[in-house]
């Protein structure tokens, strides 16, 4: 049975692999980061806490010729006919507790730094006041609840976590963090995920 989750699940998959492909094009190593470095029973686990490991991105990357990495998160969510883009707010207070620059790469191939936004970047609004004011007190995010009260209240569907809203025009060409595609590397995001996928599923 396919369900909306795993739906969901496969096209962020599909994304991700697309950025893969997409970095490793303008010379950048790409591997696998976050709950996908871990045994089942302790992703499993974790999903039973409030840990900030819950909200690692997915890949690291890194320039060869340059010492330090950097975090990548794929978002597949950039084709949506909104103009924000939402992120929820342990993501971002993950990313600063990491101390590695964070990028969150949309499926249109455009990407914010997570230092752009957080704290003092270009946040449109948060899910509520409330969410906003405990994500500043505490950034280790103990203070955040699971689910926003004021998305309660209003009857809102969907998994109801604490979000800022940044507008997409902050977003920026990969061109302009990574660096040129390189001479010989060809269109492979043309190609689609199939060729993409680094398990040759
Ligand atoms: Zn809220």
Redesign the pocket.
């Given at each position: 049975m396919s369900t909306g989750f795993q739906e969901r699940l496969a096209n962020g998959n599909a994304v991700e692999n697309a950025i893969t492909v997409d970095l490793q094009a303008r010379g950048v190593c790409v591997k696998k980061f976050g709950q996908a470095l871990l045994a089942p029973d302790v992703r499993d686990r974790l999903k039973t806490t409030q840990s900030l490991l819950r909200w690692l991105p997915d890949l690291a990357g890194w320039q060869p010729s340059k010492p330090g990495m950097f975090l990548i998160d794929a978002k597949a969510t950039m084709r949506r006919a909104t103009a924000n883009h939402s992120i929820e707010l342990r993501v971002l207070l993950a990313a600063r507790f990491t101390m590695l620059p964070t990028f969150y790469i949309c499926d249109d191939f455009r990407a914010l730094a997570a230092d752009d936004i957080w704290p003092d970047g270009p946040i449109l609004r948060?899910?509520?006041d409330?969410?906003w004011e405990k994500a500043l007190a505490d950034p280790t995010g103990r203070l955040l609840p699971s689910k926003?009260?004021?998305?309660a209240r209003r009857g809102g569907g969907g998994s109801g976590t604490?979000y800022a809203l940044v507008k997409k025009l902050h977003c920026r060409p990969l061109e302009s963090l990574f660096g040129p595609v390189m001479t010989g590397a060809g269109d492979r995001r043309s190609t689609g995920s199939t060729s993409s996928d680094p398990r040759g599923a």
């Open positions: 948060t899910c509520c409330g969410c926003c009260p004021e998305h604490p």
